[in-house]
């Protein structure tokens, strides 16, 4: 029995440490501090880190799978560089998943009627609260804060439609699009006023049951991201 137990220890252990280091890994990324293109071993990771070369590997190995980093068999990992083209492919995808969801909502799915018992109103406004906090990262130009805030709030939100797997896509997508754009916002001095804050006026309007809104909200919001990106990359 106890060999079972310490066993499971090990793997739980190696699987917590995975997750912690895949997870620091994406703030590095998200931050700019690792930047596209830029190449490490897994021994330059664990190295870093103090553990074991395994947990490393597999944190590197789910982080290329969600198209952060590029696997080399010879040569380790590298930050993916996405073009401003990924960039426009990102947001048409993450685009389809939403208006889908919209769509679903106007035929009458279920989680409308969730955000009507005292558990789904609560969860809404916890949603909105994340949001309040992007918006005043975004007003700061805090690049990192309002990450972080922006991706707990479309996680949240989109975890109140009930379905995991949805869930996970659409903040999979919403990751590599903000790794793609990352990379020329860190350019700009002052990102003051440059930085979609649209977040509660969203909230507000799906609380309405107002999916046109929501649409067009989303629509204005893509625009202005996939405009500011473009500007950039054209200098």
Not at 5 to 15: E, F, K, N
Not at 79 to 88: A, G, L
Not at 184 to 206: F, M, N
Request: hydrophobic share 40%; glycine share 10%; aromatic share 6%.
């Amino acid at each position: 029995m106890s060999g079972s137990t310490g066993t499971g220890t090990g793997a739980v252990t190696r699987s917590t440490l995975r997750q912690q280091i895949a997870d620091a890994l994406r703030d590095e990324v998200l931050a700019g501090r690792l930047g596209p293109g830029r190449a490490f071993t897994v021994k330059e990771i664990a190295d870093q880190y103090g553990v074991s070369a395994t947990p490393v590997r597999e944190a590197l190995v789910d982080l290329s799978a969600q198209g952060l980093l590029e696997s080399d068999q010879h040569r380790g990992f590298k930050v993916r560089e996405y073009s401003v083209s990924d960039y426009r492919d990102i947001i048409e995808a993450r685009s389809l998943v939403i208006r889908g969801m919209f769509l679903a909502l106007d035929d009458g799915h279920p989680a409308y009627r969730n955000l009507d018992d005292p558990r789904g109103a609560a969860a809404l406004a916890g949603v909105r609260r994340r949001g309040e906090e992007a918006q005043r990262a975004a007003a700061a130009g805090d690049l990192t804060v309002l990450i972080g805030y922006d991706l707990r709030f479309w996680r949240e939100l989109s975890a109140l439609f009930g379905n995991a797997y949805l869930a996970d896509f659409l903040h999979r997508l919403r990751v590599q699009s903000w790794v793609c754009a990352v990379q020329h916002l860190r350019r700009l001095p002052d990102l003051r006023g440059q930085l979609w804050a649209g977040h509660t006026e969203l909230v507000d309007t799906l609380a309405r049951r107002d999916t046109e809104g929501a649409r067009r909200i989303v629509a204005a919001y893509n625009a202005h991201a996939l405009a500011v990106i473009e500007q950039l990359a054209d200098g």
